[in-house]
């Protein structure tokens, strides 16, 4: 869910230069060209040169932690991320991408913190609610899950995984037919749903021993996806057990 959330970094329109941080400064706009052309690693020494200098020290902790991330070093980016948080203390973006580090390194409670100060700060995004709803399904908290994704899905109905995330809300509390109700929901309601959603509601008619209906929502699944092997492995397997052999051989 967070590919594309470090890919740029944050380029600065400076109006006032000080003569005492000019090279700080130089330092700043050269390491940002060495990001913007994927040379990541040319790029540290630069924003650490413009964090000694002392000039736009937020920025450049921040930048740094989008090279890091890039470099694959979430440990030490999460480092940067949160010294531009306590230098920038309303600096929404950094509270976003610290929850996200948070969350990738497996804690849970921190990224809860982080993007709740990012919501509290006005950044009332799709992906901050999705995040914040697989933290809280993480730790069992299916009330507050299911109230975060079902907002991503108003802030972005065609957020498909935020749909099968609310379904498996509903999943993990025994309760399949409102996991069924809200895939069938993300059919009628975004364009994006595709066969996954009527294989993952024929799973659940599975589970409630509903075998016809299974079969029914299979077989939509394999009119757009009719290549799907493993899709006609289970589509022939469920006839077998609804004793129509004859239709499993031809699945």
């Known amino acids: 869910m967070f ?98 580090i948070y969350y990738l390194s497996g804690d849970p409670g921190l990224a809860i913190a982080s993007y709740n100060r990012a919501l509290e700060l006005g950044e009332e995004t799709d992906h901050i609610h999705f995040a914040l709803a697989e933290c809280y399904l993480k730790g069992r908290d299916f009330a507050l899950a299911q109230k975060h994704f079902e907002k991503a899905i108003e802030l972005n109905p065609d957020r498909m995984d935020a749909w099968f995330g609310l379904a498996e809300v509903y999943e993990k509390l025994g309760d399949y037919e409102f996991a ?16 996954e959603v009527n294989f993952t509601i024929s799973y659940y008619y599975a589970s409630m021993d509903s075998t016809q209906k299974a079969i029914n929502a299979m077989e939509d699944g394999l009119l757009m996806d009719p290549d799907n092997t493993q899709a006609r492995r289970y589509l022939a397997q469920m006839y077998l057990q609804r004793e129509a052999p004859w239709m499993a051989i031809f699945t």
Not at 61 to 74: A, I, R, S
Not at 181 to 192: G, Y
């Open 3 to 100: 590919g594309n959330v470090f890919r740029s970094p944050l380029f600065l329109t400076l109006c006032l230069l000080f003569s005492s941080g000019a090279f700080a400064q130089d330092f700043l706009k050269k390491a940002n060209e060495l990001y913007d052309q994927g040379k990541f690693k040319e790029a540290v020494p630069l924003y650490r040169a413009a964090i000694r200098e002392g000039q736009y020290e937020p920025f450049a902790w921040f930048n740094l932690g989008n090279t890091l991330v890039q470099l694959g070093k979430n440990n030490i980016a999460m480092v940067a991320y949160r010294r531009t948080t306590e230098l920038m203390p309303d600096f929404v973006k950094a509270w976003m991408l610290l929850g996200d």
């Open 180 to 195: 069924i109700k809200t895939l069938n929901n993300a059919l009628q309601l975004t364009a994006s749903a595709g066969p």
